[in-house]
């Protein structure tokens, strides 16, 4: 069991980006916006909407009489600590991080056929991987090989990135008619321990179900958080460290890896409860509740 802990992604640490942050015209004090107009606002990233129609010299992060956030824009959706927003581009999308020293990234809500990796540092490539998506489900003749449905995997880890402080990282997601990723994070890595068996996944749905006198059933959908129950081996001479480090990010969203090959394992969310178990001399057990973020 491991988690990855973020590194803010700031202007300095994007070098690059194949999307444009043109999804509205920019901001500007001069112009009289009608009801409803959107702009982007370059200083945050963020796309705002006018409530009032009119002209104000306050910038729309500051003006909140005049301006509401509607959202990231599209170049900022990935790094913008939030489940529910996607960065989206034709076939092809690309970026370029230089965050410091991390030990691994983490790509979810990913639409794409594959993802590539290259690390380079000082101009000479040092780590390169190429995750081809297609989990090849329901394949098991030449039928089902043209005819079936294609499944492809929503999330890419990647633990072993090599330590160089001062390294780029480039991410190129390609796909056949479209790319999109929902949250990129790239940070330090943890080992809480082994995952034991027993792992249990679940939704927390937070849609709406309700029936009247009639029997009508009425469902609005809403939006969903992954739930996660993980068993965990931890060395009991570890026991103290993995404590101390579930408490530091008690209140912080972190990538937590329960078994890299099942997506459903690999949530961005946070601690909802913990309890460890001494067993043993040389071997506690631990038990770890997870909720993603919505």
């Not at 300095?12 to 999307?19: G, P, W």
Request: hydrophobic share 45%; aromatic share 10%.
């Amino acid at each position: 069991m491991q988690f990855i802990t973020p590194t803010a992604i700031t202007d300095a640490k994007l070098v690059s980006s194949s999307l444009p942050e043109t999804d509205y015209p920019a901001w500007s004090a001069a112009t009289a916006y009608s009801v409803g107009a959107r702009v982007v606002h370059a200083a945050t990233h963020s796309v705002y909407q006018r409530l009032v129609a009119g002209t104000t010299a306050g910038s729309p992060d500051v003006d909140v009489a005049n301006w509401q956030r509607v959202g990231p824009t599209n170049r900022w959706a990935m790094f913008d600590r939030a489940t529910g927003t996607l960065s989206t581009s034709g076939t092809t999308m690309t970026f370029t991080l230089a965050p410091g020293l991390v030990r691994a990234i983490a790509l979810l809500d990913v639409t794409a056929n594959s993802v590539t990796v290259v690390m380079t540092n000082a101009g000479t490539e040092v780590y390169r991987r190429v995750v081809n998506l297609n989990t090849g489900y329901g394949v098991n003749d030449w039928y089902t090989y043209f005819f079936s449905e294609v499944v492809l995997k929503r999330t890419v880890v990647l633990t072993d990135l090599p330590p160089f402080g001062e390294a780029q990282i480039t991410v190129t997601l390609s796909g056949t008619s479209s790319t999109a990723v929902g949250t990129v994070v790239v940070g330090s890595l943890f080992n809480l321990g082994g995952t034991r068996a027993g792992m249990q996944f679940g939704l927390l749905d937070y849609s709406v179900k309700s029936t009247d006198a009639f029997g009508v059933t009425t469902l609005v959908e809403r939006a969903y958080a992954k739930r996660m129950t993980v068993p965990i081996a931890i060395l009991t001479p570890n026991v103290d460290e993995a404590a101390r480090r579930l408490a530091l990010i008690r209140a912080t969203p972190v990538v937590w890896i329960g078994a890299a090959r099942f997506d459903q394992s690999i949530v961005y969310g946070f601690a909802k409860d913990w309890s460890i178990d001494l067993a043993y001399d040389q071997v506690s057990f631990c038990s770890l509740t997870i909720e993603g973020l919505s």
